[in-house]
C-alpha cells in the first residue's frame, strides 16, 4: 500500500495544520522541559531533537506512520539477512561487517561470518607488514605512500574517515585517494611519489569500472617505467593489491591472489567502508583503531535493532527528516560538521542518501505518492557562516540542518575548541529563533542609533528564524564515535527507504550514463554515430577540434 494514502498519514497532514504556523520560540515557551524531552542519548553520545519543528504529539504520530510501514519488520529482515535488495536478489549485510560477536551472522544456517573474519585477518596481517616495514617494494624500499584508486563507495567512505581520523595516522605512512578520471587528479599526486615506496590498492568490486581500471593502468605504467618489465610480475606483486569480488579480472591486471580481498555482492558500494574497501583507512590507523570503528558501528546496530521506536535515535531522524520533507515542503538537508577533520562527510552522506533513496518508484513498481529523498549537501559549518549562511538566516528557503560537533578537539589547540563550539551552537540558536522587530530595535538603540537610522535599517537587521536543526554532539571524534555516527545515518536513510517504500540498496540510475558512455567512445575516437542527438555530435565535434582525446 502507499503511505500517502495511510490514516497514520492522514493524521500528520490534519496535525500539519495545527502546528504549520507555530514558531519555535513557541514551542520552547510552552514546553520548558523540551530540550530534555527530545535531546536523547546513547551513552555519551547526544542528538538534540529540541530544534525541530515538532511537538510531542507530532513525534508520537511519526512513529505510529513509521509502524504502519512495518519498519520493525523491515529491519529485522534486514538483520536476518532476508534478500530485501529484491531488484538484484540480494540480502543486505553491512551489518555482518562491523559484527565482532563470536558466533554466526546473520544465522547459524546462513552464516557468513567465516569468510568475513577470514578477510579481517588478512587485512590485519598485511596491514601490520606494510605499517611496520616488513613489506617492501621491489628494490627494497618500505612503503611509505599508499594510493587507494577507486570511486563512489569505494573512494568516499575510507577517504572520508580517513581524513576525519588523522588524528590516528600512522607518521610515516600517507594515504592518498584518487577517484577522478581527470588526469589533473593522478598526475601532480605522481609526481610527488616515489615508486620504489609507494603502494597502489585498486578497489573495484567488478573490477571493471572505467575509472578505476583507467587509474590503475596509468599507476602501473608509471611503476613499471622506473622499476622495468623484465621482473614486471614481481614488482607489481609488491606494489599492487586489489579489494574485488572478481578474482579473475584482478589476475589479468597482474595482481596475485595473495594480493586480493575479497568483497560479496550482499555489500552494497556506499556500505562498504566496513569491509576490506577500508584497507587504506586500516593502513593509516592500524586494525586496533579499525576494530574500534566497526565496535561503534556495532553499538549503534545494536541500538537500532533493540531500542523501541519512540526512543530509537535512527528512527527518530529518520521520521523528522520525512517531517520536514513531505509535511513542511523542505527540499534540501544541510550537513554541517564543525570539525575540519570531518570535511569529507557531507560528500559522503550525499551518496549514502541520495544514491539510496533519489528514487521515485515503489519497490511495487509503481509511482511514490510522495516527494522522496531531499538534496543533500554541506560544508563546515564555520566556513559556511561565511558563504551560505546569509542565505539561511534570510534567504527565505526552508531549509533543515544537521549540525555536527566534538566537544573535544582531535587537534587541541589553547583558545580554539571554546570559540568553535560557540559558533556552531549560536547559529543552530539563531537559525531557530531568529530576531523579532522589537529586538531587533532594542539592539540599534543600544548602540546608540538616532530615529531615523533605526528606521532605516530596522528592516534588514529581522531574521525569521524557525529553521529546524538537529545538533549531533559526539564526546571526542575517535574511531569508536565515527562508526557509531555513519551508523546512525545508515539506518536513517533505511528508515526513510522503508517508509517511503523505497528499495534502498539498488542504484539503476547510474546504470544509464555508463551505457552511453561506452556508446560515446568510438565517436570521440573518430566513428561517427548518426544516431546521436544534435547536441551531443555537435560537442563531440568541438571536442575532437579543440581537446586532446
Same mark, same amino acid.
Given at each position: 500500500?502507499?503511505i ?14 495545527q502546528?504549520?504556523?507555530r ?7 510552552a514546553?520548558?522541559?523540551?530540550f530534555s ?17 515538532v ?6 504520530l511519526?512513529?505510529?506512520l %513509521?509502524?504502519?510501514? /512495518?519498519?520493525?519488520?523491515? =529491519?529485522?529482515r $534486514? &538483520? ?5 535488495n !529484491? ?7 553491512h551489518p ?11 544465522t ?14 588478512h587485512?590485519r596481517d598485511?596491514?601490520?607488514?606494510v605499517?611496520s616495514?616488513?613489506?617492501r617494494g621491489f ?10 584508486l ?11 574517515a580517513?581524513k ?19 588526469g589533473?587528479?593522478? %598526475?601532480?599526486?605522481? /609526481?610527488?611519489?616515489d615508486? =620504489?615506496?609507494? $603502494? &597502489?590498492?585498486?578497489?573495484s568490486?567488478? !573490477? ?6 583507467r ?5 602501473r ?14 614488482v ?16 589479468r ?11 560479496w ?20 590507523i ?7 570503528l ?13 531500542t523501541p ?10 521520521? $523528522? ?25 557531507p560528500?559522503?552522506?550525499?551518496q ?39 542565505l539561511?538566516?534570510q534567504?527565505?528557503w ?27 551552537l549560536?547559529q543552530?540558536a539563531?537559525?531557530a ?17 538616532q530615529?531615523?537610522e533605526?528606521q ?12 529546524p536543526?538537529t545538533?549531533?554532539?559526539l564526546?571526542?571524534l575517535d574511531p ?5 555516527l ?13 517508509v517511503w517504500g523505497i528499495n534502498?540498496?539498488?542504484?539503476w ?5 555508463k ?7 568510438p ?8 544516431s546521436?542527438?544534435?547536441?551531443t555530435?555537435?560537442?563531440i565535434a568541438?571536442c ?6
Amino acid at each position: 500500500m502507499d503511505i500517502t494514502h495511510s490514516p497514520e498519514w492522514q493524521a500528520l497532514l490534519a496535525h500539519r495544520e495545527q502546528v504549520k504556523h507555530r514558531h519555535l520560540r513557541d514551542f520552547f515557551a510552552a514546553d520548558p522541559e523540551r530540550f530534555s524531552h527530545l535531546a536523547l542519548r546513547h551513552n555519551d553520545f547526544l542528538a538534540d531533537f529540541s530544534k525541530q519543528r515538532v511537538s510531542q504529539e507530532t513525534v508520537a504520530l511519526l512513529v505510529a506512520l %513509521a509502524r504502519a510501514a /512495518e519498519v520493525e519488520s523491515w =529491519r529485522d529482515r $534486514l &538483520f536476518a539477512g532476508e534478500a530485501i535488495n !529484491f531488484s538484484e536478489h540480494r540480502a543486505v549485510l553491512h551489518p555482518a561487517l562491523r559484527f565482532l560477536g563470536p558466533g554466526p551472522f546473520p544465522t547459524a544456517t546462513d552464516n557468513v561470518m567465516p569468510q568475513v573474519r577470514q578477510v579481517r585477518q588478512h587485512m590485519r596481517d598485511f596491514s601490520e607488514r606494510v605499517r611496520s616495514g616488513l613489506w617492501r617494494g621491489f628494490s627494497g624500499e618500505a612503503i611509505r605512500n599508499v594510493v587507494n584508486l577507486g570511486i563512489g563507495g569505494s573512494d568516499l567512505g575510507p577517504k572520508m574517515a580517513a581524513k576525519a581520523l588523522s588524528a590516528y595516522e600512522h607518521p610515516g605512512l600517507h594515504v592518498h585517494f584518487v577517484s577522478n578520471l581527470d588526469g589533473a587528479q593522478l %598526475a601532480p599526486l605522481l /609526481e610527488t611519489l616515489d615508486p =620504489r615506496s609507494t $603502494l &597502489f590498492i585498486v578497489a573495484s568490486k567488478t !573490477f571493471t569500472t572505467q575509472e578505476t581500471l583507467r587509474n590503475a593502468q596509468t599507476a602501473r605504467e608509471w611503476l613499471l617505467a622506473s622499476a622495468g618489465e623484465e621482473n614486471r610480475e614481481a614488482v607489481i606483486a609488491r606494489h599492487f593489491v586489489g579489494v574485488t569480488a572478481a578474482t579473475e579480472e584482478a589476475g589479468r591486471f597482474g595482481i596475485p591472489q595473495e594480493n586480493l580481498f575479497a568483497m560479496w555482492d550482499w555489500v552494497g558500494g556506499r556500505y562498504s567502508l566496513w569491509s576490506a574497501v577500508g584497507l587504506a583507512l586500516v593502513l593509516t590507523i592500524g586494525m586496533t583503531q579499525f576494530e574500534r570503528l566497526l565496535t561503534g558501528a556495532q553499538a549503534m546496530d545494536k541500538h537500532f535493532l533493540e531500542t523501541p521506536l519512540e526512543r530509537n535515535l535512527p528512527v527518530l531522524m529518520g521520521l $523528522l527528516g520525512i517531517w520536514n520533507t513531505n509535511f513542511l515542503g523542505a527540499e534540501t538537508l544541510a550537513i554541517l560538521p564543525y570539525n575540519e577533520s570531518l570535511r569529507a562527510l557531507p560528500a559522503y552522506l550525499q551518496q549514502l542518501e541520495m544514491e539510496s533513496n533519489g528514487k521515485t518508484i515503489s519497490r511495487t513498481g509503481s509511482p511514490l505518492g510522495c516527494q522522496p529523498n531531499p538534496i543533500v549537501w554541506g560544508e563546515i559549518g564555520i566556513n559556511g557562516q561565511h558563504a551560505f549562511f546569509q542565505l539561511l538566516h534570510q534567504g527565505g528557503w526552508l531549509i533543515p540542518s544537521d549540525f555536527i560537533i566534538s566537544a573535544t578537539s582531535d587537534y587541541p589547540l589553547p583558545g580554539h575548541n571554546g570559540p568553535l563550539l560557540a559558533n556552531c551552537l549560536a547559529q543552530s540558536a539563531a537559525l531557530a529563533f531568529g530576531r523579532t522587530e522589537g529586538e531587533a530595535r532594542a539592539d540599534l538603540e543600544g548602540e546608540g542609533r538616532q530615529e531615523a537610522e533605526i528606521q532605516a535599517l530596522l528592516p534588514y537587521k529581522v531574521f525569521a528564524g524557525n529553521q529546524p536543526s538537529t545538533t549531533l554532539v559526539l564526546p571526542r571524534l575517535d574511531p569508536y564515535h565515527l562508526g557509531l555516527l555513519l551508523a546512525l545515518y545508515e539506518h536513517k536513510v533505511f528508515v526513510q527507504g522503508v517508509v517511503w517504500g523505497i528499495n534502498s540498496f539498488d542504484q539503476w540510475g547510474v546504470e544509464l550514463g555508463k551505457k552511453l558512455a561506452r556508446r560515446l567512445q568510438p565517436a570521440l575516437e573518430g566513428h561517427p554515430d548518426d544516431s546521436l542527438d544534435a547536441s551531443t555530435r555537435g560537442l563531440i565535434a568541438y571536442c575532437r577540434r579543440y581537446g586532446q582525446l
